[in-house]
């Protein structure tokens, strides 16, 4: 489910965006699973890929993408609750939780992302969160999962697909609640690509509206 060698293309799936809605609709355009270690239907990971490059130089690369604000508060929803609902007076311990892992998790300059802090019985190496730099190669086309079936018209070789009604990517919380300043800044600095590329708003972490100083700092200072 990672290539179609008919369309010449590669599917990167970046994790907790949308990969399942995806892979339905590009199993009716020729993509076959090409990574025979990683035999998953869902899209090739970074470290693979980048050793793809060369095989395929002329293939584009269609890319399904998700806020990183949300991507991270995701990620962190399934490791550490399984995404069980808890009890609004939890939920202050929640964020708190939260902001730790996004502290300890997320180191600048590093490619995979390891929530150990959380996965005691788990290896120290196991890759669970890539950082996707884009820096050995920009994709071709991006889906934001945000405005995916939207995005998805805008790509020549997918036609017709089944728009199903509501969000694809709703969790339990609004992740706008869940950041402390300095730790939304973190994650932005770290994928900063990501806003530019695809047009997020490097301000989307919070409902609360900044003062002029506190964008100029969050932009530029590197916490």
């Given at each position: 489910?990672?290539?179609?060698?008919?369309?010449?293309?590669?599917?990167?799936?970046?994790?907790?965006?949308?990969?399942?809605?995806?892979?339905?609709?590009?199993?009716?355009?020729g993509?076959?699973?090409?990574?025979?270690?990683?035999?998953?239907?869902?899209?090739?990971?970074?470290?693979?890929?980048?050793?793809?490059?060369?095989?395929?130089?002329d293939?584009?690369?269609?890319?399904?993408i998700?806020?990183?604000?949300?991507?991270?508060?995701?990620?962190?929803?399934?490791?550490?609750?399984?995404?069980?609902?808890i009890?609004?007076?939890f939920?202050?311990?929640?964020?708190?939780?939260?902001?730790?892992?996004?502290?300890?998790?997320?180191?600048?300059?590093k490619?995979?992302?390891k929530p150990?802090?959380?996965?005691?019985?788990?290896?120290?190496e196991?890759?669970?969160?890539?950082?996707?730099?884009?820096?050995?190669?920009?994709?071709?086309?991006?889906v934001?999962?945000?405005?995916?079936?939207?995005?998805?018209?805008?790509?020549?070789?997918?036609?017709?697909?089944?728009?199903?009604?509501?969000?694809?990517?709703?969790?339990?919380?609004?992740?706008?609640?869940?950041?402390?300043?300095?730790?939304?800044?973190?994650?932005?600095?770290?994928?900063?690509?990501?806003?530019?590329?695809?047009?997020?708003?490097?301000?989307?972490?919070?409902?609360?509206?900044?003062?002029?100083?506190?964008?100029?700092?969050?932009?530029?200072?590197l916490?």
């Amino acid at each position: 489910m990672n290539i179609s060698h008919e369309n010449k293309v590669i599917w990167w799936a970046l994790e907790e965006s949308g990969e399942e809605e995806m892979s339905k609709i590009l199993d009716n355009y020729g993509f076959i699973i090409e990574n025979d270690e990683f035999t998953s239907k869902l899209g090739l990971k970074y470290d693979y890929f980048v050793t793809k490059l060369g095989q395929f130089p002329d293939y584009k690369v269609l890319c399904t993408i998700k806020n990183p604000y949300s991507r991270v508060f995701s990620l962190f929803l399934r490791l550490e609750v399984n995404n069980t609902p808890i009890k609004k007076k939890f939920l202050p311990i929640l964020r708190e939780k939260f902001n730790y892992f996004v502290d300890k998790s997320l180191i600048s300059n590093k490619l995979v992302v390891k929530p150990s802090v959380f996965l005691e019985n788990e290896t120290p190496e196991m890759k669970y969160f890539e950082k996707w730099t884009f820096n050995d190669r920009i994709p071709d086309y991006f889906v934001r999962i945000e405005h995916f079936y939207e995005d998805l018209t805008k790509i020549g070789f997918i036609g017709d697909f089944e728009v199903k009604k509501g969000l694809l990517y709703e969790d339990l919380y609004d992740y706008r609640t869940m950041y402390d300043y300095n730790n939304a800044k973190k994650v932005y600095h770290l994928y900063k690509k990501h806003f530019y590329l695809c047009n997020y708003d490097p301000f989307s972490f919070t409902n609360e509206i900044l003062t002029k100083d506190n964008k100029i700092s969050f932009l530029h200072d590197l916490v």
